[in-house]
Nanobody, 119 residues
Framework: QVQLVESGGGLVQAGGSLRLSCAASGRLFSTNVMGWYRQAPGKQRELVAI???????TYADSVKGRFLISRDNYKNTVYLQMNSLKPEDKAVYYC?????????????WGQGTQVTVSS
C-alpha cells in the first residue's frame, strides 16, 4: 500500500504560478515513475508530466515550457511547478506513482488537489 498526499493547490490569476507537492509513503521502491495527471469537468483524466527515479521527464504538449516536474528521491516527494497558468489549466490535479514492468498491480493515486485559474 502506498499513500500519496498532495498539497499546494488553490486559486490563482491567469499568468500566475503555483507549486504542487506530493509526498509518498508506504510500500515504496527505489525505481519508480511519479507523475501528475489532471481532470477538468467533463473531460477525461490526462497526463500532465511524469518523471522517473533517474530524472527523465515527459510533458504533455499543452504544458511544455510552462510547467516543470521535479522530485526528491530522498524525501519521496514529487513537485510540479506551474508557471504562466491559463484558465484552461483549471482542473483537479492528481499525483501518481507506478513501477516500470509491474503493470496495474502497482499503481497508486493521491486524493487530488484543486487548481483554479481566474482570468
Amino acid at each position: 500500500q502506498v499513500q500519496l498526499v498532495e498539497s499546494g493547490g488553490g486559486l490563482v490569476q491567469a499568468g500566475g504560478s503555483l507549486r504542487l507537492s506530493c509526498a509518498a509513503s508506504g510500500r515504496l521502491f527505489s525505481t519508480n515513475v511519479m507523475g501528475w495527471y489532471r481532470q477538468a469537468p467533463g473531460k477525461q483524466r490526462e497526463l500532465v508530466a511524469i518523471i522517473t527515479s533517474g530524472g527523465s521527464t515527459t510533458y504533455a504538449d499543452s504544458v511544455k515550457g510552462r510547467f516543470l516536474i521535479s522530485r526528491d528521491n530522498y524525501k519521496n516527494t514529487v513537485y510540479l511547478q506551474m508557471n504562466s497558468l491559463k484558465p484552461e489549466d483549471k482542473a483537479v490535479y492528481y499525483c501518481n506513482v507506478r513501477r516500470p514492468g509491474v503493470g496495474d498491480g502497482y499503481n497508486y493515486w493521491g486524493q487530488g488537489t484543486q487548481v483554479t485559474v481566474s482570468s
